[in-house]
């Protein structure tokens, strides 16, 4: 098969170059050709075991259940040993981090978060997920994905860069330089295809139904629809599809492609697969806040503030989104401490740090519940027309300023004015008490007693809004549809 290196306008030397490289090689699964020019076996994984604790640090450190974390390892290492590339140091991690995702570095490193396992209904699914990455592994997706860039790079810039393609440019190592970002890039729709193949190939071997990829699509199709709903139908899901993005048809093609036997007596595992999720944290980790209803708490920096009803809580590392009707937002996060400590003046902090890209007018200082604030106000126009801005900014201790921006159409700012003031003022701090009464959300997983319904069970979750919805898609119920009774399920619970 012919190599499919990237084809711009070169510069003939840069594409004599090229040439002299080893730039085409064989893929271990697939059997074809691709171009991996630019980072060798030995680059995947000397790049995996550097980039790996800054991924881990970056989306909330490793899941602490070693029971869970041996489970997953087990299983994805018993694929792994049956795929191309056995005998690289494969290594499983369980991310603490409530989105649904999962991704791999090169080098064999696959991470799985806690909010996935939280919606997967029995091992078999979670090891369509497991298999999935490690085909983008064995088939080498990141060093294809690398070298194509650093190819198309160098037919852009030219002569300037020469003296680095001599010795195989020494920046190689910055492929994940940013971390997670690039790390869950999109691969294409070839790759995507070449991995869910893979995958299959793998879960039929040790003898996963590698149907339970389809089901579990359904699944993420149905959190990522859920998602969209919480956030106005115009956010930005961080469900794994926005980095996997695929298709019914795609999956059963790769069905085809894997040219699998039918397994007989298929490894599906469900009550294995729920007693290890049971307890396992749902939703926020303390260390990085929680979210009850429309209320966030943080026990370490010892602050709370709750949000109008009718808007929906959405915790990242970086910031709190609260979506609301007619696309209001509410977004909370801190100021850079040393900025913090620089800011003598919080009106001007407000106008001229904060918000200087902005027309601010009619600033104000005031008291929020013992501490000192500014407010201020301006109006900007988007894509999605005219909006008011209302900037909130509190000082909490001299290092710390707590920002709050309210952005609503006009009439809804005007509309949701008084509750956006008892927004502002139930920003307060916890006591030490308070703070180490703050627990998560938890998964519980048990049998429905007899005359239970769906409706009553759901009523139960803690959750403001979405209950039913939330109920269905953990427990892989239709509308209309209840568990029976003596059925595993899985509640949400304080």
């Known amino acids: 098969m012919i190599c499919n290196r990237p084809n711009p306008a070169w510069l003939g030397i840069v594409a004599l170059l090229l040439l002299a490289l080893p730039g085409c090689s064989t893929n271990p699964a697939t059997g074809n050709q691709s171009f991996t020019a630019f980072m060798s ?65 090169p080098g064999g490193y696959v991470y799985i978060t806690r909010g996935l396992l939280a919606i997967a209904d ?71 295809l070449e991995a869910d193949m893979l995958g299959m190939r793998y879960m039929a071997r040790i003898g996963y139904d590698p149907s339970a990829a389809t089901s579990f699509f359904r699944k993420l199709k149905a959190h990522s629809d859920l998602e969209a709903r919480q956030q106005g139908k115009d956010g930005v899901s961080h469900n794994i599809m926005s980095t996997h993005p695929r298709t019914e048809d795609r999956i059963r093609q790769a069905m085809e492609l894997a040219k699998t036997k039918a397994v007989t007596n298929p490894i599906v595992q469900r009550e294995a697969f729920l007693k290890q999720i049971d307890g396992m944290v749902f939703g926020d980790d303390p260390s990085q806040g929680v979210r009850k209803g429309r209320t966030f708490t943080h026990p370490k920096l010892k602050i709370t503030f709750t949000v109008p009803p009718k808007f929906v ?110 927004t502002t003022y139930s920003f307060r701090r916890l006591s030490q008490a308070q703070a180490d009464a703050i627990q998560p959300l938890r998964l519980e997983v048990r049998p429905v007693k007899a005359g239970e319904t769906a409706t009553e069970l759901a009523a139960r979750f803690p959750f403001e809004r979405f209950q039913r919805e ?13 568990p029976r009774p003596g059925q595993q399920i899985k509640l949400v619970v304080e």
């Open 41 to 105: 076996p030995e680059d995947e994984a000397r790049i995996g075991a550097e980039e790996d604790k800054k991924i881990t640090k970056d989306l909330g450190g490793p899941y602490k259940s070693p029971e869970l974390e041996a489970y997953v390892r087990d299983v994805g290492k018993k694929l792994a040993a049956v795929s191309e590339l056995p005998a690289i140091p494969w290594q499983f991690t369980v991310l603490n981090d409530h989105a649904v995702n999962a991704f791999a570095l």
């Open 122 to 192: 029995n091992e078999a699914e979670m090891a369509g997920v497991l298999a999935h990455e490690i085909g983008h592994v064995t088939a080498r997706h990141a060093a294809q994905r690398y070298s194509t860039t650093m190819a198309t790079n160098l037919g852009l810039t030219g002569l300037s860069i020469l003296g680095s393609v001599l010795g195989v440019p020494s920046g190689v190592g910055q492929i994940i330089s940013s971390g997670a970002q690039v790390a869950m890039q999109q691969y294409s729709q070839g790759q995507e």
């Open 313 to 422: 809580l959405f915790n990242s590392t970086k910031q709190v989104v609260a979506f609301g009707p007619e696309r209001s937002r509410v977004i909370f996060d801190m100021a850079n401490p040393k900025d913090a400590k620089k800011a003598r003046d919080l009106r001007a902090y407000l106008s001229g740090v904060w918000g200087r890209n902005l027309k601010i007018s009619g600033v104000e200082t005031l008291d929020v519940n013992g501490m000192p604030a500014a407010t201020g106000q301006a109006r900007i126009s988007d894509a999605n027309g005219t909006r008011d801005v209302r900037l909130l900014v509190v000082r909490e201790r001299p290092e710390r300023i707590y920002r709050f921006a309210f952005i609503a159409k006009p009439s809804e700012m005007q509309r949701l004015n008084v509750e956006l003031r008892r």
């Open 470 to 482: 939330w109920f269905r898609l953990l427990n892989n119920l239709n509308v209309g549809e209840s």
